[in-house]
């Protein structure tokens, strides 16, 4: 899909432990310049501990993680200790009013950014510039107020104007519009995506929400309890899912009609007591319908399906899919 | 700072002036206060300070023992000092040693209490078993102790009520700061790159100075008190005058017995006052920094 | 509709502030037939949590209420005290959202359940009671052993079944479900939904669903409303208001929930500019007038009612 073309970044076999809790147990992934990749699951799936990961606020206990080309190996001692920090890479929350301390003025939070990074250059001209660019217009009327001061929308459109005013190559967005109003939400994904057209910008959303990826991912992956179990490109993923976890949430959307309900019995299994052999083998449809041949049912309740290739571009971590 | 920000921090602080003078306890609170730092600072130009001394007084011709009608508004005492005098100097250095006794015990407190929220671990381990250690010490003791090693004098005494008096400060900042650092916009400056000290300078210490102050005016009072009771039990710096000298020097010449209130019940009640008055403005301040506490009303 | 079992007519509140007074809720009419389902979309600001509550007066005091609420014959705004006691979670009960808060903490999940019946005595014992909460257990999908933990032992996902549990505890005849699903998991959200069908089925339960994910309730309910600042801007059938909004804000809504696979939203989000209006602050006219792709002239003008859109349908604006 991106021939020749070096990845933004690069996380290879990446596991975080918090104690016996595995959040991430092995995840590889790329994501290249000009793309939105959604990397979508439920809670406890380890999707927001890995691109905390990867924005330096979390240090991983094992793993590669090279950011355009630099490799910066974050398990050894010394890498956690340097306040790791790559302006190219910034972030959007989940929570807007959150992530805005309510002390600062707007002015003063966007050009948060540019401060720390002691960036030179006129700074009022880059704020107007970044909130204006958000689609807050006009960008002098909200300079002055405080966050409690304006909706929702507008504080999520400050946090992105607060990371863009640095210029980053990858934005990491963290549900970015979960806590927003319903009827806004497209205006914010909206902007999402044109910012990707005008500056080449690369996006990497974490969402539980299909949908979303339906409406601005060019790429997908899926991952289960610290693991990817699949990627592939948005409309192959979400029109034609493989492996059947995917399968399984597609059908419950309740915006997809076209498929049969598969609801799964239980809640996903805690980080700690992690399934041998497929670790979703204890939940899945296919294994209980009965219908794989029993060296595929052996090795799904036995092996693991390990770890996907990074580079494919289309993968599903299933031993039905694989043995066919 | 922007002129931007600079303005609004000139209306948040016209806000909160404005919300205190509408609270009637602020009111009244800072009133009093204001009578009391007056009475202090005009010092000299209420009473003549030669009255401290009892060679002068007794050169004077000054009665002992007189009451409020035979000798100026608040009689003498047993060797022929102004009563008056004692407690117009006496407020100097009640006033001044509660201030700044507070001033060392919110400074040493709030960096113990950052320093050790923030920077957590080790560090934190120990600052924490040294707070412990103070906490549990009994103070009195302690502070008998050090006032006879250090000797007796002002500075001492502010000395031994800071380091006495600053583990709860440190704990309450702590655990203001271990909330802080949850907050999402902690995270946010990090992502942006923001190291240790941008974090705690933009970001802890705005959101934690509302509690310092509002611990620093109800400390002031605690220390005021502390003062009182050094003097009063003989620790006090014997050449100056205050409140709770005055006190002790009443209750061991018998003043009690000899019913002489006019000595012991000024200092008594302006102590009083002065606590009341640092409380009902540390209250007002707390009401309006957290609204929900007024709604109870 | 004959007999309903839930009938609301004309109700409005209004908050009493320190600002004014702010009406949430400004006329809302419509009913649920027995054994029915309806779902109450709408978002913040919009009433609709106001609304839940004001069905079995559970408002604040400074809240006035007016209109008509009428619950399996009895108007509940009328009651007196002991008569709204008898209603309350026997006649009609209410399904939160399972966050923490919903739960008392230092209460077993079990005394919890059996505390309704104590208070109405519907169970006869004390033993009986624990008996019908283990059996409600076992019904929401929980183990009886359960009944003897606390609350923050649980997921998010059983927190909700016991919520769910807990107003069944009495039987009721009407189940209103606060934004039941809203902080769950996809999955976890799908199973919560199926049950509280199954339990429909099972009971004969009426049922309303005030959610503001559109797309849970075309899958829930049978009919839809739509709120907005406080009423309802358009109502029919939960598919045909999803699918073929006849109002402008509705679409809008509609839009936040794209079909996957439908090549009109693919790569193309759209929303609604602007923000849900503040109540107490609205704009003159539709109240939606600011944010409509299909403003006019009279927009500003005038509030238009419901009108007609279709069999069974109904919607506010002056385009239909």
Known sequence: MHPGVTPLVEVDDLHVHFGRSRAVDGASLRVYPGEVLALVGESGSGKTTLIRVIQGLQTPTAGTIRLEGSRRDRSSRRAIQTIFHDPAVQMVFQDP??????????YEIVAEGLRIARSGGDERHKVLDALSRAGLRPPERFLPLYPHEISGGQRQRVVIAGAMVLEPRLLLADEPVASLDASIRGE?????????????????????????????????????????????????????????????LLSVVPETREMEQQILVGEIPDSTRIPSGCRFHPRCPLLQSGTLPSAVAERCRGADPGILPPHAVRAAACWAVTST | MTSLAMERRRATVARVWRQFRISRQGTIGLAILGVFILLAVAAPLLA????????????????????????????????????????????????????????????????VGIVSGFVGGRLDGVLMRLTEWFLVIPFLPLAIVLASVLGRSVW??????????????????????????????????????????????????????????????????????????LSFLGLGDPSAASWGKTLEEAFVNGAIVRNAWWYFLPAGLGILAVVLAFTLIGRTLEEIANPRLSRRR | MSDPLLSVRNLHVTYATEAGPVPAVRGVSFAIERGGSLGLAGESGCGKSTLANALLRLLPAGAEVTGEVVLDGRNVLTLNPGGLRAVRWTAGAIVFQGALHALNPVQTV?????????????????????????DLLGRVGLAAGLADSYPHQLSGGQRQRVLIAMALAC???????????TALDLM??????????????????????????????????????????????????????????????????????????????????SGLGGDPPTPGKLPSGCPFQPRCPLAQEGCAAAEPELRPAGPERSAACILV
């Not at chain 1, 009013?97 to 707007?106: D, M, Y």
């Not at chain 2, 009563?83 to 040493?108: D, E, P, Y």
């Not at chain 3, 005394?111 to 208070?119: A, F, G, K, T």
């Open chain 3, 188 to 269: 976890v959200q799908a199973q919560v939904l199926a049950l509280l069908d199954e339990l429909k089925r099972e009971r004969n339960l009426t049922l309303m669903f005030i959610t503001h994910d559109l797309s849970v309730l075309t899958y829930a309910c049978r009919h839809l409303a739509v709120m907005y600042a406080g009423r309802i801007v358009e109502e029919g059938p939960g598919w045909e208001v999803f699918g073929a909004a006849a109002h402008p804000y509705t679409r809008g809504l509609a839009a936040a929930f794209p079909t996957i696979g439908d090549p009109a939203s693919r790569l193309a989000p």
């Open chain 3, 110 to 134: 079990g005394d919890q359940i059996v505390e309704p019946m104590l208070v109405h005595q519907t169970a006869g014992s004390a033993k009986a009671a624990m008996a019908k909460a283990a």
């Open chain 2, 156 to 229: 001492n005494i502010i000395f031994v009520i800071g380091i006495t008096s600053w583990p709860s400060t440190a704990r309450l900042v702590r655990a203001q700061v271990l909330t802080v650092k949850q907050r999402l916009f902690v995270d946010r400056a990090r992502s942006l790159g923001a190291g240790g000290g941008h974090i705690v300078l933009h970001h802890v210490l705005p959101n934690v100075s509302g509690l310092i102050l509002a611990n620093a005016t109800l400390a002031v009072p605690i220390s005021i008190l502390t003062e009182t009771t």
């Open chain 1, 97 to 106: 009013t959150g992530a805005l301390n309510p002390r600062q003025t707007i």
């Open chain 2, 48 to 111: 003549d300070v030669r009255e401290l001394n009892p060679v002068f007084a007794r050169g004077q011709g000054n009665p002992q023992w007189g009451s409020p009608g035979d000798f100026g508004p608040l009689g003498t005492d047993h060797i022929r000092r102004s009563v008056w005098t004692q407690f117009v100097w006496g407020s100097r250095v009640s006033l001044f040693v509660g201030l700044a006794a507070t001033v060392l015990t919110i400074l040493i407190g709030s960096v």
């Open chain 1, 188 to 248: 914010i994904l909206a902007l999402l995506r044109r910012l990707v057209a005008e500056t080449g910008l690369a996006i990497l959303a974490v969402t539980h929400d299909l949908g979303l990826a339906w409406n601005i991912a060019d790429r997908v992956a899926v991952m289960y309890l610290g693991r990817i179990v699949e990627t592939g490109p948005a409309e192959q993923l979400l029109g034609d899912p493989q492996h059947p976890y995917t399968k399984a």
């Open chain 3, 171 to 181: 039987d009721p005849l009407l189940l209103i479900a606060d934004e039941p699903t």
